[in-house]
């Protein structure tokens, strides 16, 4: 139930295409949705989030799209660039109880191609 | 921009040594977190602290890992001794109080056992 499945592993989009990827989660007490960007020998950098009372949400060529009754949701990435090569994770944030927990996927790599 | 701060960047050592790991996180920061990075996989929850004190180290091999943050600022992540399957990357994040979902990666320490 703590689990965030992620799909694809890896994502071959052409320079201008759109990337979508795609996660899903069982936990409803999971109440914040992050998606974070990872280039190699880096740690992982906050790119976008959303909450569950929201169905999607807007930062440039970035988009989270929510679906609360499915419990899924994904990033697109429009007028994909080279520059965004990188590997990406879904996240979700436990808050309950003494600990709050934030539950990662098992990340995608995206390779755009010029 | 405030930035986590880690070090060594890179390490390699043998199996049985002892290595240990330095965080910073970002000024007035409370909480921080260790999480150890497998390649091809998500973060993975290590240990979190609320200042000084420790509140979830459930996933944290007891046995050989041990992490401390004395004045509730910066922290050190020790392995001793390291094993060939603690080959990983090291991150450590962290947030302030009021937004504790709002999680700051560090760059990470890549660690190699050999």
């Known amino acids: 139930q703590q689990q965030v499945k992620q799909s694809p592993q890896s994502l071959i989009v052409q320079k201008g295409g759109i990337s979508i990827i795609n996660c899903a989660y069982e936990n409803t007490a999971f109440d914040y949705f992050p998606w974070y960007q990872q280039f190699p020998g880096k740690g992982p950098a906050l790119l976008i989030a959303?909450?569950?009372?929201?169905s999607e949400k807007k930062e440039g060529r970035f988009t989270i799209s929510f679906n609360k009754s499915a419990k899924q949701f994904s990033l697109h990435i429009m007028d994909s660039q080279p520059g965004d090569s990188a590997t990406y994770f879904c996240?979700?944030?436990?808050?309950?109880?003494?600990?709050?927990?934030?539950?990662f996927g098992t990340g995608t790599l995206l390779a755009v191609q010029p | 921009e405030a930035e986590v701060a880690q070090s060594p960047r890179y390490k390699i050592t043998e199996k049985s040594q002892a290595v240990a790991f330095w965080c910073d996180p970002i000024?007035?920061?409370?909480?921080l977190y260790w999480y150890r990075q497998i390649l091809g996989q998500g973060p993975e929850l290590l240990v979190q602290f609320q200042d000084e004190s420790v509140v979830d180290d459930s996933q944290l091999p007891k046995d050989r890992f041990s992490a401390e943050r004395l004045k509730g600022v910066d922290s050190t992540l020790k392995i001793q001794p390291a094993e060939l399957g603690d080959s990983a990357m090291y991150l450590c994040?962290?947030?302030?109080?009021?937004?504790?979902?709002?999680?700051?990666f560090g760059p990470g320490t890549r660690l190699t056992v050999t």
């Open positions: 994040a962290s947030s302030s109080g009021g937004l504790a979902e709002l999680q700051y």
């Open positions: 959303i909450r569950p009372d929201v």
């Open positions: 996240a979700a944030y436990h808050r309950g109880g003494a600990t709050n927990k934030l539950i």
């Open positions: 000024s007035g920061h409370a909480t």
